[in-house]
């Protein structure tokens, strides 16, 4: 093959899976480069294009991916030699013209430059397995060793280390021995009939002598063990072990292992140990990756012998023991529990091994920051007592932690940190959920998410189906005392557990709770707090929450667009004061850091499962202190940016609304901020909607919606006055009677129209009960249309006549009996049987036109006898639009809940099918309320043609077509978070170009597009010309929220910038002051490791607090200038210079 690899051949391969077929083609083709196009989005939101030049690969380099049988036969002759491969500095081809540099650097693209390489790497690879080169040379005859007396004995076995000691290559077996005496973990090869062979230091005579600080060996040791079973990060080992006995501190066995940095597998008499190293990369692995144990295990067997060869001996349950142990005597170490004098482990108290959030507000601990921020700016340090004194948590449940009913029990797997970190208190948590009186499951106010729980929650042969815990919302580090087990679901009394333990921790008289169900939790919450014991652990809690602090609750914003208007709007985070940008879903968050491990939770005994959630909560905690201060950076620099152009937004819109009207605008600046300042709740936890605390919503809309269920129930109530005044309802009825039974036949024609559509989507019936179902359905069909036929009588006789004819049958006006009683749809079942013999013989009604007055001409519509109906039908159809668009937008987030719901917690196939129904149901409902939305807008469309242009004016509501647009299936879409975010930026767009509008002055409406949001769940009028209408209120409203909320943020990220480096401080504080304590229960040696360790995590604190308070110098400062000229009302205290 001749030539560079640019000027290289491609032949077409004729045989195997790549074989040509294609005809008039050349065989052989030359190869030009190729060329890949790298498309970025710039800064700017444009677009730049990188052209990188490939260097062609021929056929006969790819074939080597596929199997012999299918690689070409017509290749090279095996004489040709292989090219050898390029020095490692030489690049690959490149286009003419070009540079290494401009084309193809090395470290963009290290891939291709390692194909030109990678025989290089192969070779060095291959290269390993022989003898060192000063050898084959003949250089080296014998040990390497100099100073050996075997260095030039030929006839000596000959080892070398490959656990990286460079020295130890190509010696003998005595001075391998010699050499690893303080190494009895390293690994060891022998040369053996030109290869080389696994061997072991125990296998050569090496032992490892414990007890002594040097070189030596103990003249009195213990009798020796050579079988001693090591676990290391490079395998399982078998060693030869001496224990020293000559020591006058007379240490045993399990001290003279750990200090040899080897933790045994039990206190009596071990035979096998694991070294800290391998039990600390454990728990590394664990905690990043959520490896399991036996997974670990298992590689090390692998590392040990991966060929399988040899007989490695099982310590499996040994080492699963020693790592559940050596987790506790970590967090333990952590806590400063060998620093408690007198008071061991088992007096540690509640929650105190937990991490605690060293941004959010502990009183006493770092809170003390007011005089520190005020030298930085008064005007953030007035704020004080608004964002230095609230705590923001959330609260949620993980269906994905369950826990098997196996063999193990408390006895054999006993949880060891009992309510010491993040688990509630196990004996306090099972009484108090056993004996409470509140037990029933929780819904929603949406009524789908318990009906989802209870669907497909499996609780035969679990011990717990989930836990439930609480969270710092802003932070998403888990509370200590709030991760309880699900025995039965998610239930009151599991709730308010773990909610009263939380507040039993918070140091604070402010809290903002946050939970997705949190409308139905809040119900009767004082009452049930009411009934825990003052002195039962969660009693302070209780007695917290009732009497010393304030407490303000809100539905996650991912969570809000599930539920009801009225919850979405009440509970809004977006517009509770003081709360910030925070979203309230930093349990969704959180749980990313135990989810990963619930495959290995759900087979674990109860005590390692509590103690194994522990590890992750405090690793996962760990995490978030670690990168508090890059985190805390982003935040201060993303909310100073966002404030500032809010608050231009809002107070361009408040002047222009200002200049309009200044009384209207205080009345809504003043409605907004009665509303910020309601009392939530009553005292049966129920939001205040009525009576005279009630405070009206400025973000809802006060404009009157038709509806369809409104217009029946004024009917209904209309016929029920009749009833009782003993009128019938018929032709010479009074004029509220006849309205009422003209409203009921169009509602009994739409009731059809529905029916119809179920019908004609029914799947075919294959068994008898599915048959019986179809006949069932098809009879109410037939009933319903011989009921509306004889209200059409006399409703609309011209038309009723014209049926009659078309069909054949005798015109007939005779009603059914006065005195029957009439059933809930107007008539009794007397006259639904003898309707039959006096209206047209129904053959099919799923396809037998109605005739209102939509699917007639014009003519006939507006005929003396039929317009009544034709006004009546014109007003119900809008209601049915309004009521269609509220019942898709209800299914599609009963979709888009069932759909998140099973990606994350549905698991097996019974599980899953139970989850397919359920879908299946709710994509129905969908398509019916879409196909229902576009019928009665069609039918609307034609009955507003019918009107004049001044019945237009007053009957027609103005841009109606803008509120209920053409529904396309791609507006069929559930909410996300990015069509969230999507919903919000227009918002903001349409509030720009109306002060754009105001500022210039323009007349001509600008309008926009909404082609990437659902108009289904957004709509802002089109004109941008200002009007103070209900709409521009709501707008209003929320600009006003949007400003101030991001404004907090900007107090709340700088206060938390305050509070860390003092937590930092605090925690410093605390360990030092554990240095040098008198201790009579340790010897000195134990203190001098105390007194170490305390000092290392001074240091720690001391390091974090200085690194933080110089990151955060910068952006406080700018939080202060932001300060000087931004009231927290959004408002401009003063203008800047450069504004």
């Keep these: 093959m001749a030539g560079s690899s640019s000027q290289q051949a491609v032949g077409l391969p004729r045989t195997g899976r790549r074989a040509a077929s294609a005809r008039g083609y050349a065989e052989d083709r030359p190869a030009g480069p190729a060329v890949m196009h790298d498309v970025q989005q710039t800064k700017d939101g444009g677009a730049s294009t990188t052209a990188v030049h490939i260097p062609p690969t021929s056929v006969d380099q790819l074939e080597g991916t596929l199997p012999p049988s299918e690689q070409r036969q017509d290749r090279l002759?095996?004489?040709?030699?292989?090219?050898?491969?390029?020095?490692?500095?030489?690049?690959?081809?490149?286009?003419?013209?070009?540079?290494?540099?401009?084309?193809?650097?090395?470290?963009?693209?290290?891939?291709?430059?390692?194909?030109?390489?990678?025989?290089?790497?192969l070779w060095a690879l291959l290269r390993l397995d022989g003898r060192p080169s000063e050898v084959v040379d003949g250089e080296i005859k014998g040990c390497a060793r100099d100073d050996c007396p075997r260095s030039g004995d030929e006839q000596v076995m000959l080892y070398r280390c490959t656990s990286g000691c460079m020295s130890c290559e190509w010696i003998c077996a005595s001075c391998m021995a010699s050499e690893h005496q303080q190494r009895p973990l390293d690994r060891i090869e022998m040369w053996v009939g030109g290869e080389w062979q696994p061997s072991t230091l125990r296998g050569i005579g090496a032992r490892a002598q414990f007890g002594h600080l040097t070189n030596t060996k103990c003249r009195l040791k213990h009798p020796s063990m050579n079988d001693f079973v090591v676990i290391h990060t490079n395998g399982i080992h078998e060693v030869a072990v001496d224990f020293c006995a000559c020591n006058k501190l007379k240490r045993s066995v399990v001290d003279q292992l750990m200090a040899g940095r080897w933790y045994p597998a039990t206190g009596r008499k071990p035979l096998t140990a694991a070294t800290y190293e391998v039990l600390d990369a454990f728990n590394a692995h664990s905690g990043m990756g959520k490896d399991n144990a036996y997974d670990f295990y298992n590689a090390l067997v692998t590392l040990t012998d991966g060929a399988g060869l040899f007989n490695v001996p099982d310590r499996l349950k040994q080492f699963f023991q020693m790592a559940h142990e050596y987790r506790h005597l970590l967090a333990s170490k952590r806590g400063g529990r060998g620093h408690e004098a007198k008071r061991g482990i088992e007096h540690t108290k509640k929650g105190t091994l937990a991490i605690l959030c060293a941004a959010c507000a502990h009183e006493g601990i770092n809170t003390?920051?007011?005089?520190?921020?005020?030298?930085?700016?008064?005007?953030?340090?007035?704020?004080?007592?608004?964002?230095?004194?609230?705590?923001?948590?959330?609260?949620?449940?993980?269906?994905?932690?369950?826990?098997?009913?196996?063999?193990?029990?408390?006895?054999?797997?006993?949880?060891?940190?009992?309510?010491?970190?993040?688990?509630?208190?196990?004996?306090?948590?099972?009484?108090?959920?056993?004996?409470?009186?509140?037990?029933?499951?929780?819904?929603?106010?949406?009524?789908?998410?318990?009906?989802?729980?209870?669907?497909?929650?499996?609780?035969?042969?679990?011990?717990?189906?989930?836990?439930?815990?609480?969270?710092?919302?802003?932070?998403?580090?888990?509370?200590?005392?709030?991760?309880?087990?699900?025995?039965?679901?998610?239930?009151?009394?599991?709730?308010?557990?773990?909610?009263?333990?939380?507040?039993?921790?918070?140091?604070?008289?402010?809290?903002?709770?946050?939970?997705?169900?949190?409308?139905?939790?809040?119900?009767?919450?004082?009452?049930?707090?009411?009934?825990?014991?003052?002195?039962?652990?969660?009693?302070?809690?209780?007695?917290?929450?009732?009497?010393?602090?304030?407490?303000?609750?809100?539905?996650?914003?991912?969570?809000?667009?599930?539920?009801?208007?009225?919850?979405?709007?009440?509970?809004?985070?977006?517009?509770?004061?003081?709360?910030?940008?925070?979203?309230?879903?930093?349990?969704?968050?959180?749980?990313?850091?135990?989810?990963?491990?619930a495959s290995s939770l759900r087979e674990m005994g109860p005590g390692t499962m509590r103690d194994t959630i522990d590890f992750y909560c405090g690793v996962w905690n760990w995490r978030k202190f670690v990168n508090t201060g890059s985190f805390l950076a982003r935040k201060m620099e993303r909310a100073l940016k966002e404030a500032r152009e809010h608050c231009e937004i809002y107070n361009g819109l408040h002047g222009a609304v200002r200049r309009e009207n200044p009384a209207m605008c205080d009345a809504w600046v003043h409605d907004c901020e009665a509303f910020e300042d309601r009392k939530h709740l009553d005292e049966l936890g129920r939001p205040i909607v009525k009576g005279p605390e009630a405070v009206s919503n400025p973000y809802e809309s006060r404009s009157k919606k038709q509806s369809l269920e409104k217009a029946r129930l004024e009917s209904l109530k209309i016929a029920s006055e009749a009833e009782d005044a003993e009128e019938p309802v018929n032709a010479g009825s009074s004029q509220e009677a006849q309205a009422a039974a003209l409203t009921n036949f169009v509602l009994r024609g739409f009731k059809i129209e529905v029916m119809n559509w179920r019908e004609r989507r029914a799947k075919v019936a294959r068994t008898v009960m599915q048959r019986s179902e179809e006949i069932q359905r098809r009879s109410d069909v037939v009933r319903q249309m011989?009921?509306?036929?004889?209200?059409?009588?006399?409703?609309?006789?011209?038309?009723?006549?014209?049926?009659?004819?078309?069909?054949?049958?005798?015109?007939?006006?005779?009603?059914?009996?006065?005195?029957?009683?009439?059933?809930?749809?107007?008539?009794?079942?007397?006259?639904?049987?003898?309707?039959?013999?006096?209206?047209?013989?129904?053959?099919?009604?799923?396809?037998?036109?109605?005739?209102?007055?939509?699917?007639?001409?014009?003519?006939?519509?507006?005929?003396?006898?039929?317009?009544?109906?034709?006004?009546?039908?014109?007003?119900?159809?809008?209601?049915?639009?309004?009521?269609?668009?509220?019942?898709?937008?209800?299914?599609?987030?009963?979709?888009?809940?069932?759909?998140?719901?099973?990606?994350?917690?549905?698991?097996?196939?019974?599980?899953?099918?139970?989850?397919?129904?359920?879908?299946?149901?709710?994509?129905?409902?969908?398509?019916?309320?879409?196909?229902?939305?576009?019928?009665?807008?069609?039918?609307?469309?034609?009955?507003?043609?019918?009107?004049?242009?001044?019945?237009?004016?007053?009957?027609?509501?103005?841009?109606?077509?803008?509120?209920?647009?053409?529904?396309?299936?791609?507006?069929?879409?559930?909410?996300?978070?990015?069509?969230?975010?999507?919903?919000?930026?227009?918002e903001i767009e349409y509030i720009r170009q109306i002060i754009e509008q105001e500022k210039n002055k323009r007349k001509d409406p600008s309008g926009q597009s909404h082609h990437r949001i659902p108009w289904i769940w957004f709509h802002i009028a089109e004109n941008t010309e200002l009007e103070l209408n209900d709409d521009m209120r709501v707008e209003f409203a929320k600009c006003r929220a949007r400003a101030m909320r991001w404004v907090e943020e900007v107090y709340i990220v700088a206060y938390e910038m305050m509070r860390v480096p003092e937590f930092c401080r605090a925690r410093q504080a605390v360990w030092e002051e554990r240095i040098g304590q008198e201790r009579s229960d340790i010897d000195r040696y134990v203190k001098d490791g105390v007194d170490a360790y305390a000092r290392k995590q001074a240091t720690i604190f001391r390091r974090h607090a200085e690194g933080l308070q110089d990151l955060f110098k910068g952006p406080l400062e700018q939080a202060a200038e932001f300060a000087r000229f931004h009231g927290l009302d959004g408002m401009y205290l003063k203008r800047s210079e450069s504004e």
């Design 786 to 986: 011989r009921l509306f036929r004889k209200d059409q009588q006399w409703m609309m006789p011209i038309v009723f006549a014209a049926i009659q004819e078309l069909e054949g049958v005798e015109p007939s006006r005779q009603g059914g009996s006065e005195d029957a009683d009439v059933d809930d749809e107007g008539a009794s079942d007397d006259e639904a049987q003898t309707s039959a013999q006096e209206t047209p013989k129904v053959t099919d009604a799923t396809s037998e036109i109605l005739y209102l007055p939509s699917e007639l001409g014009k003519d006939v519509a507006r005929s003396p006898n039929v317009v009544d109906v034709f006004f009546e039908e014109l007003k119900l159809r809008y209601a049915g639009m309004e009521d269609w668009l509220n019942v898709l937008r209800q299914q599609l987030r009963c979709r888009a809940t069932v759909d998140r719901w099973k990606v994350d917690y549905v698991t097996g196939q019974d599980m899953s099918s139970r989850a397919r129904t359920k879908q299946e149901t709710i994509q129905a409902n969908v398509l019916l309320a879409r196909d229902m939305y576009r019928l009665h807008r069609e039918r609307y469309v034609t009955l507003v043609s019918f009107l004049t242009e001044d019945e237009q004016k007053e009957l027609v509501p103005e841009k109606w077509e803008i509120t209920f647009k053409i529904l396309n299936d791609n507006d069929c879409r559930p909410l996300n978070n990015r069509l969230l975010l999507a919903i919000d930026d227009t």
């Design 368 to 597: 003390d920051i007011v005089e520190a921020l005020r030298k930085i700016s008064p005007e953030l340090a007035a704020a004080a007592d608004k964002f230095n004194n609230v705590v923001q948590l959330s609260m949620d449940c993980n269906f994905r932690a369950k826990n098997r009913m196996t063999r193990s029990t408390a006895k054999t797997s006993p949880y060891y940190g009992n309510g010491m970190a993040y688990m509630v208190p196990e004996s306090l948590y099972e009484t108090f959920t056993s004996t409470s009186p509140h037990t029933q499951e929780l819904g929603n106010c949406s009524r789908f998410g318990a009906q989802v729980l209870a669907n497909l929650k499996a609780g035969k042969g679990l011990r717990t189906t989930g836990v439930g815990a609480v969270f710092c919302s802003r932070h998403k580090y888990f509370w200590p005392n709030t991760v309880g087990t699900l025995v039965k679901g998610e239930r009151y009394c599991t709730m308010d557990f773990i909610f009263a333990s939380a507040v039993r921790r918070v140091r604070a008289s402010s809290l903002h709770v946050f939970y997705d169900i949190i409308c139905q939790y809040t119900r009767k919450l004082n009452m049930r707090m009411m009934t825990v014991p003052p002195k039962s652990f969660v009693g302070v809690g209780a007695e917290k929450l009732l009497h010393r602090i304030d407490v303000a609750f809100g539905v996650p914003k991912f969570h809000n667009p599930g539920h009801l208007l009225s919850c979405q709007l009440w509970f809004n985070i977006s517009y509770m004061r003081y709360a910030g940008m925070t979203d309230g879903e930093a349990s969704e968050r959180a749980w990313a850091g135990l989810n990963p491990a």
């Design 77 to 121: 002759d095996e004489t040709d030699e292989a090219m050898p491969p390029n020095p490692p500095e030489q690049v690959p081809d490149l286009p003419e013209g070009t540079t290494p540099a401009q084309s193809l650097p090395r470290k963009n693209f290290p891939g291709l430059y390692f194909l030109k390489d990678r025989m290089i790497y």
